[in-house]
């Protein structure tokens, strides 16, 4: 029996001993830094309210899907509608119920600890969601949730969350994002208009071309309406852009082979291979703008998207299982940090699916290039295991101040405190530990749990720099 | 010292505190199950008998053989025979003295402690092996092994062995498992027919036309040969294949390469890089067949076989040391589990020797698909550390569901209780300390416990799904 | 508060519990091995003092200066004196300031640590380097190294150095060696020889040049001047040699494709592939020119030099940020180890940068061929995490038996003991916590203890083999 008083306090720090606890006091109380979500702006419109608990917790929650369905759950049955408009299911009682069902599935995986922790911290439910207590805790969650209470502004107050960053296409035209900044800040994120092969990359460049409010007929043109649009995003509060891609590869092309494959894009016959190479370039090329008007670059490398190509041909993108690949970043990267990285005007924000390059190469790079900060665990990895593997890998050869700090990465607004939690428990769990081998001072331990909490996530992503007047 | 009496019940339990020995107490009791090993089924004849102490513990095992030739010990001193006759030591209790010498080496070795576990709860030797006990001991094993008390089927009873699998070539004709399903399976293993460019391969060959009955000219007819012996190892209760490769590829190949590469290796013209094709293929093809018959199918990816040639000309095969290498999961397995992966009627069990892949690749392909299933740590990490890592790396995000359970892939029938018991006492360590951390919830850690050492292993090599009547 | 008593005795033991403690007692005592460093032989000469306390402690150490560099600080403010003999800080006392501004920095890094414990344990001063605190400890390390005390052969009785190893490229004179062996033997290292690439190949032949007396005017000259100079190196006491390569291929070329690489080279018509081609080759033929000689042959892969060209341009080399990559052991080594490897009179010492490896490539290498040990952690794993990652990796598939034992690689005299004794220490730890779980036997832990600290260093290096008469 887990004692739920205990739980409350003291859950994750007993690995620390009574030191964890100690320092964790000294930063719980600390306002939440959460500069990367996939949160929608459009949540924080009047009258705007969070998903039902089906949704919430489940359809729009690719762990809770990912599990699920490799368990020979169909999707359709857990909400999610396929392409061909075929049947699935619609009640969102039905979809919480199935979970329920299955709830011992997420045992030992962070996502059953965010979902007990969300539950208890969020919606004050302690008891333990099962097949039999799924329809009570349904609606108690669903009546909080339709409440005054957890309008998503109200939620920001009580979960002191004193920045939050969305994630936005470059096309968008953020309209949603009139007079949230600087609280709620877009993110610049083009991958779409980049991938040239890909089935939605007319649609995207239309966008882009809407939002930018030019014709887009060549890649002068191309690089123009991104100027345009990031000097639009840093207008309503942007301090960063997200980009994703497979490879690490950043070499740059010949200025006529860019715009000879851009071209033939436009054209319609563009090659995969063309396609890559002109990824590779872009990030070298959006690196060079970021040192120009300072917004800070994240780059998540390594998953195979849609891997399972059935599945994404029947639901679309983002449901058809990313996996990741190994990732080569040090010779990825070196002709991007061979031209700009010992420039500290840029800021690189690095995030990785390949724990073996941690130790062997994330950390040697943020250990020397003035631009390159570690970004937090990611995806599979912001978990507690994953958590500590990676401070055990990176610090000992990048130090603490090369690292970024802590993003969410939610799609969950309920989600946010509780994975902060989570990471700055584990924190003090962490610092608890090497201060007890001696390996951390004493002294420097409350100092460092502040900046992993707080302080390095503000001072990387430049939240005290770039605030619209 | 070690406090003997505390060896015997609390060994390997301490790093867990006093929640671990509660946990394996639920478990240590529960009968083994065992899919996987390489015990000859010729051992449960009428008269059988195992191998003296110097070729059970020493010469057969490929682990001490490694071992001790890594410090210069010629293998003909520890009894292998080199292929051209030359001399070697046929006195077994010569090689038993020597490995005594050297018994030094294994310190800190898996090795070690399944050798200590096995003398000491098989054998019931409590002494220390010594070169000064060496004569002792093996006097004592011997006198035990040549008992009716450790005639096989008897330590099959006293093991409390449920199910044991053995691994057979797709060329056996099965003889001496008449009678022995359901306790004990054999295991389909078609390699040695598919590597057409190995000096074997026609021996292989011709074993399977004379098992399978028919003339092998071309791959229509070895298909139907594969067909016709997965049906007559079916038949004698086997659930599950078996297949090693050193590289994950799956790539399907046209209908007519297939048909001519097969003709070419007939012809004797194979090339190397053509029958490479030909593996990865036909690995997309047996699942093809799993699919069809319900086999399960387990995948062994990753070891470069014969690295030492020398070794392997003087010796043969699986003596000359076969390294790991780096292992692409996620893009090698992809065209088999896009035709496939999301048919739950394919069971696959993947088996890695690179933990780099463990959260990278297996476990999110784990927690994606229906069909796959991780298998235990296999060959050099079914040891004490190799159990915490895999746990930890797999389980945060393919789930525990997603395991297979514990196979031990033992040669020696006697280091089959030990090697379970330590596979579940590292469970039980494991589990203990996430309970202790909030990670697991203590009312689940017993259904865990239980799950990792039966349940899962029963339920993913379908153990209750096809017993032949 | 560290306790500073505390800190001289227990420190990084605590993990251990007391039986860590117990262990450790029982090594302190012993003498240093440290058949590796990068201490130069002129400092033995007689009136030779120690760099001041900013070259000692910063200008000299990469570490430190990566660290400082990736927060923004200009090299040259660090003393480095750029190629074009530009500004650069000439004030000893002035980046020593710079370095104690910055000394949060290294907290939880092993250069932190390192600096603690020879600041307190070699020099006395418990104070902690703060801003502030800077200054009066500057003038406490200066008097000490201008003091008698402090001369480099009072340092190596201070800490029972019982043998310590320079690296030496192929040139050398080796003028500072006459008289300094067996206590300080030189190492042969000829990378700068081989690199027909390297802008500063042609310096380094010449050199080699004139130390072997003859002119080097084709592949076979080349090779008897290298003969000439290891049977130099050996009558100064050398036992090893050391080679580092980004890449572990030893792929054996034609005897006239060497021919006519080198001719090549020496015409200034050298393909960057071919020279490639031509190190790997050399990394077989020195491996056939150590079986002969017997002097052990070290391996450093996986480092790419100088990535950040920029750097490297203005300063030279080994200051451009060297970052590791994917090292492939098991396929690079094939060609060398199928020669060669099954022959112990070859000894190779293998060094990785890639932990991936530790238990996919070298464990199973050095677990079978008897030719092969493992180097300690090297570079960024020579730490904390990175010793007890090293050990649990390697041991339980290599054994203990098959490791090199401990080397510190130091650039500073007065880095070795504390270096030596945090392996030590870590070590004790290691074992104490593999005894309380049952995993090494007790009785055992002692002799491990003592190996680990000094008897397979002295082993492995030959170190009682080959002294000059």
Redesign the interface.
Known sequence: ??RRDL?ST???L??GGPRARELYDTIAGLPIVSPHTHVDAELFAAGARLDPPGRLFVGSDHYVL??L????IALERLGAAPRDGGPHETDDRAVWRLFARHI???????TG?WLRDTLEHVFGIEE?LTPSSADAIYDQVERQLASPAFAPMALLDRFRIECLGTTDPAGSTLAAHAGLAPRIRPTFRPDAVVALDDPGWRSALAALEAAAGREIDDHDAFLDALAERRAAFRELGATATDHAATSADTSRLPAAEVASIFGAALAGTITEAAARRFEAHMLNEFARQSLEDGLVMQLHIGS?RD?????AARFGRDVG??????T?W??GL?PL??EL??D?RLQLVLYT????TY???L????????S?ALGSPWW??D????IERFL??V????????LAGFVDDARSLVAVPVRHDLWRRQVCVWLA??A?????????AP??ARELAYDLARRTFRLDRQTPE
């Open positions: 029996m887990v739980l003291d859950r994750y007993a690995p990912r599990l369905y490799s368990r020979g011992d599935l997420f045992a030992a995986t962070p600890l333990r195979l891997h399972n190509s059935a599945l299982g990313d996996i990741p690949v190994a080569d040090t010779r070196r940090l061979d990285g010992n500290a699916l390949d724990e073996s130790s062997r190469e950390a040697p790079l943020a250990g020397h290039y003035p390159v599979f990895h978990s507690p295991g994953g055990d890998r610090t000992e050869t990048a130090g603490l101040a090369n530990r090497k007890a081998a001696g390996i951390v001072d004493e002294d420097d100092r460092l």
